[in-house]
Antibody, heavy 119, light 107 residues
């Protein structure tokens, strides 16, 4: 069974960074891309970027190029996203998502990590 | 970026109603569109792949269709468990872009 288990809620002060994790079980993360998506309170979904864990190649949405950094550790089957220079506008739930071993994009999602930015 | 204009942003309907939600793409995306259902406090769940294909385990009252650049999700007979937010996503071109979402509530 494929599971994407995300790390717990984060409270970050403005100007600091947080690093979120997404630990995968049920498939080898080297086999497919990992995507990250956010959802601000009461708002829709927004694609942040994706990483190819096999080689570390990344693609970001333009507005997240200086905000998010995606990495992956194939030895622990875990993907990471670091958010830097936190602002109140970064308060959101952040999801990781992948196709797992299926042929269907975004088939599997983590449960989400709430990041709250507050002084 | 490809813009996905989703409508309505919210709607209320009665049990047994036929409900249709639409996304309009600003550029050609072919059938590269996914519909998601999201319940409060939960992650999105894929419902329709490739614009018209039902995902595994999704009830047959859900269907997807396309007319030109307009993509629709239809629930043929609304049930209480269908109350949720619905989102479309195009993945024809990077960056993948979502519609603004539709909140479906019980009348």
């Amino acid at each position: 069974e494929v599971q994407l288990q995300q790390s717990g809620a984060e409270l970050g002060k403005p100007g600091t960074s947080v690093k979120l994790s997404c630990k995968v079980s049920g498939y080898n993360i080297r086999n497919t891309y990992m995507h990250w998506v956010n959802q601000r309170p009461g708002k829709g979904l927004e694609w942040i970027g994706r990483i190819d864990p096999a080689n570390g190649n990344t693609i970001y949405a333009e507005k997240f190029k200086s905000k998010a950094t995606l990495t992956a550790d194939t030895s622990s089957n875990t993907a990471y996203m670091q958010l830097s220079q936190l602002k109140s506008d970064d308060t959101a739930i952040y999801f990781c998502a992948s196709r797992g071993y299926s042929s269907s994009l975004f088939a599997y999602w983590g449960q989400g990590t709430l990041v709250t930015v507050s002084s | 970026d490809i813009q996905m204009t989703q409508s309505p942003s919210s709607m209320s309907a009665s049990l047994g109603d036929r409900v249709t939600i639409t996304c309009q793409a600003s550029q050609d995306i072919g059938n590269n569109l996914i519909w998601f259902q999201q319940k409060p406090g939960k992650s999105p769940r894929p419902m329709i792949y490739y614009a018209t294909n039902l995902a595994n385990g999704v009830p047959s009252r859900f269907s997807g269709s396309r007319s030109g650049s307009d993509y629709s999700l239809t629930i043929s007979s609304l049930e209480s468990e269908d109350m949720a937010d619905y989102h479309c996503l195009q993945y024809k071109q990077y960056p993948p872009t979502f519609g603004g979402g539709t909140k479906l509530e019980l009348k």
